[in-house]
């Protein structure tokens, strides 16, 4: 069963304007990549039925097992299709996370797949920051760190809370954003299979 949970209010120009049908094709086509790729270490052409899915996208996929992180991989900019991009997302975040091993093939089943897709980057001004409305991006001498909306959600944090842990994430002092990194912001549009 999907269930969708949309992290905006976001002005709508922002959305990309996915319709219910086009978010349960994306978390199909995500859990079959993941499927098929465990089962036979190929990645199989899909054929997305609506063409919204065509159109290029940014997307991260999540997985969780028991309400637990278990894979998140994601692009921040529209390199292919969207269903490419999650389908690919989706067989990265299960095979490449360095924070975990592999899924393997029986664990699918136990899998929840969520699907973030991102609109373009843009500078933002910490005091414009809004917990639950942004993502976030923190950059500074080749290093990043990027962090999905809903986490600071999930943790309850303020937005200077959820700079300094972005910081920390890009691998830079938790204040870097106040001493020149560059901070960026993004909208997601977040829709996930239900527990």
Same mark, same amino acid.
């Given at each position: ?6 992290? /905006? ?20 086509? +995500? ?28 997307? =991260? ?28 997302? +989706?067989? +990265? ?7 975990? /091993? ?17 609109? /373009? ?27 999905? /909306? ?11 809370? =959820? ?24 909208? +997601? ?7």
């Amino acid at each position: 069963m999907i269930g969708f949970r949309l992290v /905006p209010p976001v002005p709508p120009e922002e959305l990309p304007y996915l319709t219910e049908e086009d978010r349960t094709e994306l978390l199909r086509i +995500a859990r079959r990549s993941v499927e098929r790729y465990l089962k036979n270490g190929i990645m199989f052409a899909e054929t997305p039925e609506f063409p919204n899915l065509l159109a290029p996208g940014a997307a =991260f996929v999540t997985l969780t097992s028991g309400g637990r992180l278990r894979g998140c991989i994601g692009y921040t900019e529209a390199v292919a299709s969207l269903y490419r991009t999650v389908q690919e997302c +989706a067989v +990265a975040a299960a095979t490449e996370d360095p924070r975990f /091993p592999s899924v393997t093939e029986p664990e699918v089943s136990g899998l929840r797949f969520e699907i973030s897709v991102l609109t /373009p980057l843009r500078p933002i001004e910490p005091e414009a920051i809004r917990i639950g409305t942004h993502g976030l991006v923190v950059s500074q001498g080749g290093r990043r760190g990027l962090l999905l /909306p809903q986490v600071a959600t999930e943790y309850g944090w303020s937005p200077t809370a =959820f700079l300094a842990h972005t910081c920390t994430k890009a691998g830079l002092p938790p204040d870097a954003w106040k001493h020149g990194a560059a901070v960026q912001s993004f909208t +997601a549009e977040v829709f996930g299979e239900k527990e």
